[in-house]
């Protein structure tokens, strides 16, 4: 199975719960303050550091689901 992993500059802790509530079906652990969920195909795994996308080793595919998710973040912060 293809993957990608991602190793994030700086740790983005404040973002996962944030992410968990804006995704369809995000599943967050508080414990361990990850999130998973799926998208189409792609199943993806995120933590404090590190983002892992299973499915795929696209780049483009990889860069449209980055975006997305930037996407989701912004306008829930919009909405307050």
Same mark, same amino acid.
Request: glycine share 16%; aromatic share 8%; hydrophobic share 60%.
């Given at each position: 199975m293809a993957r990608a992993v991602m190793d994030f500059k700086s740790d983005?802790? %404040?973002l996962i719960p944030v992410i968990g509530k804006v995704v &369809?079906? %995000?599943a967050y652990n508080v414990k361990s303050n990850v999130v998973g969920f799926h998208k189409g195909e792609l199943r993806v795994v995120i933590s404090h550091n590190r983002?892992? @996308?299973y499915g795929t080793d696209d780049e483009g595919e990889i860069k449209a689901l @980055? &975006?997305?998710m930037i996407q989701k973040i912004s306008d829930a912060r919009k909405a307050g």
């Open positions: 983005i802790s %404040g &369809e079906a %995000g983002m892992l @996308v @980055v &975006e997305w």
